[in-house]
C-alpha cells in the first residue's frame, strides 16, 4: 500500500495520551482510503531529558529530515525549566525545518457553544509568523551597575515578514475573505511600523483582498466580542501565539484547537501540534479532550495530500462534538480520553 512516513513526538503530560489517540483515529481512517501511516515513534521528552541529559539526541534533527511529517504532542513538565524543554526540541525542530507559518484554524464546533458570548458561527484562520519576531534568541541576563537586567530583543527581517505576509495574503484570496493584520504601531516599539510598512507593500500586489490593520489589544477584545467578524488574522510571533490561544477559548476550550507548522516550500517536513501544552494538572487521569490532537491529524492528512480522508476526520470530530454525551470535562461533560476516541473512531463516514 501506498504510505506515508510520520514523526510521532508524544512528549510529555497529556502528550502521551492525545498522540496515541490520535494515531488511532489516523490509523482508521488511513484503511479506509487505502494508505498506510508508517509512524516512527520518537520517545523524545522531558523524562527523555532526564536520562540523556538532552531533549533529543545529536542526530535529531536528521532523523526527522527522512520523514514526510511530524505529529507532535505537547512538551513540557514541571520536572525540567520550560527554556531547556522547548528551546531543546520544539524550536530547534520549528527553526531548522524554516517552519515559518504557524496555521490554527479556530471555528465554533457543531454542539459546542462558545464560553465568552452567546455567537452562532464563525470561522478564523490565525496565521502566526513562527520562526523569528519576538522569538529570537538574541538578549540575556546581565549585571549592571544599576542591577540585573534581562533583555529580549525582537528581530523581524524584511524576508521573514514579507514570505509570512504573502502566505496569508493569499489565504485570505483562496477563502474570499478578509485579512486584519495585528500590530501595535501605536506603542514605541520599532517593529510594527516595519512591520506595517511591509504588509502594505505585500498588499498592493493583492488588490482583491480587504485588509485593515488592528492594533493587537483592540484584536483580543474583538475576538472576544465579535469573532465572526473576523476571517485571516496575521500576526507576529508572540501576538499570533496569544490570539490563538484566546480564539481557542472562544471556541469552547484550549482541547479543541489545532495547529499547523508549515514549511510552505515543501523543502522540509511540517509538524503538527496542538496549540495546548503538556497540562500537567490533569495529565495521567485519561480525561484530555483528544480532538485538538485529531484535528491536527487531520490538517497532516491534507497536507500530504489525503484530503478526503482529511475531511472524514473533520467529519466524525463534527458528529463526536454535536452529541453533549461525549464531552471531556473542559467542554463541561464527563467523557474520557477513551470515550471520544472510539466515538471519533465510530463516526468516520
Ligand atoms: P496548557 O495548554 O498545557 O494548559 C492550560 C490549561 O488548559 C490547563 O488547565 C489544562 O488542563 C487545559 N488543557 C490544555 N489542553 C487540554 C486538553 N487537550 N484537554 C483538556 N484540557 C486541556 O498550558 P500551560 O499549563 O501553560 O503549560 C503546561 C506545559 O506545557 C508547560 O511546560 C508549557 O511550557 C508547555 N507548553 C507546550 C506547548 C507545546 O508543546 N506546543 C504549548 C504550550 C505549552
Ligand atoms: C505554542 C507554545 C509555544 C510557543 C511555547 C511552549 C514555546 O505556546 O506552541 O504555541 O509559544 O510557541
Same mark, same amino acid.
Given at each position: 500500500?501506498?504510505?506515508?512516513?510520520?514523526?510521532?513526538?508524544?512528549?510529555?503530560?497529556?502528550?502521551?495520551?492525545?498522540?496515541?489517540?490520535?494515531?488511532?483515529?489516523?490509523?482508521?481512517?488511513?484503511?479506509?482510503?487505502?494508505?498506510?501511516?508508517?509512524?516512527?515513534?520518537?520517545?523524545?521528552?522531558?523524562?527523555?531529558?532526564?536520562?540523556?541529559?538532552?531533549?533529543?539526541? @545529536?542526530?535529531?534533527?536528521? /532523523? $526527522? =529530515? !527522512?520523514?514526510? #511529517?511530524?505529529?507532535?504532542?505537547? &512538551?513540557?513538565?514541571?520536572?525540567?525549566?520550560?527554556?531547556?524543554?522547548?528551546?531543546?526540541?520544539?524550536?530547534?525542530?520549528?527553526?531548522?525545518?524554516?517552519?515559518?507559518?504557524?496555521?490554527?484554524?479556530?471555528?465554533?464546533? @457543531?454542539?459546542?457553544?462558545? /464560553? $465568552? =458570548? !452567546?455567537?452562532? #458561527?464563525?470561522?478564523?484562520?490565525? &496565521?502566526?509568523?513562527?520562526?523569528?519576531?519576538?522569538?529570537?534568541?538574541?538578549?540575556?541576563?546581565?549585571?549592571?551597575?544599576?542591577?540585573?537586567?534581562?533583555?529580549?530583543?525582537?528581530?523581524?527581517?524584511r524576508?521573514?515578514c514579507e514570505?509570512?505576509l504573502?502566505?496569508?495574503?493569499?489565504?485570505?484570496?483562496?477563502?474570499?475573505?478578509?485579512?486584519?493584520?495585528?500590530?501595535?504601531?501605536?506603542?514605541?516599539?520599532?517593529?510594527?511600523?516595519?512591520w506595517?510598512e511591509v504588509t502594505?507593500e505585500v498588499?498592493?500586489?493583492?488588490?482583491?483582498?480587504?485588509?485593515?490593520?488592528?492594533?493587537?489589544?483592540?484584536?483580543?477584545?474583538?475576538?472576544?466580542?465579535?469573532?465572526?467578524?473576523?476571517?485571516?488574522?496575521?500576526?507576529?510571533?508572540?501576538?499570533?501565539?496569544?490570539?490563538?490561544?484566546?480564539?481557542?477559548?472562544?471556541?469552547?476550550?484550549?482541547?479543541?484547537?489545532?495547529?499547523?507548522?508549515?514549511?510552505?516550500?515543501?523543502?522540509?517536513?511540517?509538524?503538527?501540534?496542538?496549540?495546548?501544552?503538556?497540562?500537567?494538572?490533569?495529565?495521567?487521569?485519561?480525561?484530555?479532550?483528544?480532538?485538538?490532537?485529531?484535528?491536527?491529524?487531520?490538517?497532516?492528512?491534507?497536507?500530504?495530500?489525503?484530503?478526503?480522508?482529511?475531511?472524514?476526520?473533520?467529519?466524525?470530530?463534527?458528529?463526536?462534538?454535536?452529541?453533549?454525551?461525549?464531552?471531556?470535562?473542559?467542554?463541561?461533560?464527563?467523557?474520557?480520553?477513551?470515550?471520544?476516541?472510539?466515538?471519533?473512531?465510530?463516526?468516520?463516514?
Amino acid at each position: 500500500v501506498d504510505g506515508h512516513l510520520v514523526a510521532a513526538i508524544p512528549g510529555d503530560g497529556i502528550g502521551k495520551e492525545v498522540l496515541p489517540a490520535a494515531q488511532r483515529v489516523l490509523d482508521a481512517v488511513a484503511v479506509r482510503h487505502d494508505f498506510a501511516l508508517s509512524w516512527c515513534e520518537l520517545p523524545w521528552s522531558c523524562s527523555w531529558y532526564t536520562e540523556h541529559g538532552a531533549m533529543m539526541p @545529536p542526530d535529531g534533527i536528521d /532523523r $526527522l =529530515r !527522512e520523514t514526510d #511529517a511530524i505529529f507532535l504532542g505537547a &512538551v513540557g513538565s514541571p520536572s525540567v525549566p520550560d527554556h531547556i524543554s522547548l528551546w531543546g526540541l520544539l524550536i530547534p525542530i520549528r527553526r531548522a525545518f524554516d517552519q515559518y507559518v504557524n496555521i490554527r484554524p479556530v471555528r465554533l464546533l @457543531p454542539g459546542l457553544a462558545s /464560553r $465568552l =458570548r !452567546e455567537c452562532e #458561527a464563525f470561522d478564523v484562520a490565525i &496565521v502566526r509568523e513562527n520562526t523569528e519576531g519576538e522569538y529570537s534568541d538574541v538578549g540575556g541576563r546581565f549585571a549592571t551597575p544599576a542591577g540585573e537586567v534581562a533583555v529580549q530583543e525582537s528581530i523581524f527581517t524584511r524576508r521573514g515578514c514579507e514570505r509570512l505576509l504573502r502566505y496569508a495574503f493569499d489565504l485570505a484570496r483562496q477563502r474570499g475573505g478578509a485579512l486584519v493584520s495585528a500590530t501595535k504601531s501605536n506603542g514605541i516599539m520599532h517593529t510594527m511600523p516595519f512591520w506595517d510598512e511591509v504588509t502594505a507593500e505585500v498588499a498592493a500586489s493583492y488588490p482583491d483582498v480587504k485588509w485593515q490593520r488592528m492594533h493587537v489589544d483592540a484584536l483580543t477584545a474583538r475576538f472576544i466580542t465579535h469573532p465572526e467578524d473576523l476571517d485571516v488574522v496575521v500576526g507576529s510571533n508572540l501576538f499570533g501565539d496569544i490570539l490563538g490561544n484566546i480564539a481557542a477559548a472562544v471556541s469552547g476550550s484550549l482541547g479543541v484547537a489545532p495547529s499547523a507548522n508549515l514549511d510552505p516550500t515543501g523543502r522540509n517536513p511540517s509538524m503538527f501540534e496542538p496549540v495546548h501544552g503538556s497540562a500537567p494538572d490533569i495529565a495521567g487521569r485519561g480525561v484530555a479532550n483528544p480532538i485538538a490532537q485529531v484535528w491536527c491529524g487531520a490538517l497532516m492528512l491534507d497536507h500530504l495530500g489525503r484530503e478526503k480522508a482529511a475531511a472524514d476526520v473533520l467529519t466524525a470530530i463534527e458528529t463526536v462534538t454535536a452529541d453533549p454525551a461525549l464531552r471531556t470535562r473542559d467542554l463541561g461533560g464527563r467523557a474520557t480520553t477513551k470515550d471520544v476516541t472510539s466515538a471519533l473512531v465510530d463516526a468516520l463516514p
